[in-house]
Nanobody, 121 residues
Framework: QVQLVESGGGLVQPGGSLRLSCAAS????????MAWYRQAPGKSREVVAV???????NYADSVKDRFTISRDNAKNTVYLQMMSLKPEDTAVYYC???????????????WGQGTQVTVSS
């Protein structure tokens, strides 16, 4: 069984910073891509940033040069450092992990529970 636990959301003023974390635990054999998505009220879920096992990164245009995704493979953890936050960054942020279960060696996609980020003065 695999679990993803997110942390780090909250309320921040425009221009502020937050760091999100997402730790995967359980029966993990191997981890491939890790990513962050977000969903604002009344909008579809959108990808924010992706990091591959080779540490290649990709970002949504709206967050380039402000957000940084990173990972710690030893801890099976992915991070999202968010700088210069704007009100339009307000959303529930979800982590996503593609990993192989150590019991079955089958690859599956897993989602975190979501963490609220609110940017407001």
């Amino acid at each position: 069984q695999v679990q993803l636990v997110e942390s780090g959301g909250g309320l921040v003023q425009p221009g502020g910073s937050l760091r999100l974390s997402c730790a995967a635990s359980g029966s993990i054999f191997s981890v491939a891509a890790m990513a962050w998505y977000r969903q604002a009220p009344g909008k579809s879920r959108e990808v924010v940033a992706v990091i591959t096992s080779a540490l290649r990164t990709n970002y949504a245009d709206s967050v380039k040069d402000r957000f940084t995704i990173s990972r710690d493979n030893a801890k099976n953890t992915v991070y999202l450092q968010m700088m210069s936050l704007k009100p339009e960054d307000t959303a529930v942020y979800y982590c996503f992990v593609n990993l192989a279960d150590s019991r079955t060696r089958l690859w599956n996609e897993y989602w975190g529970q979501g963490t609220q980020v609110t940017v407001s003065s």
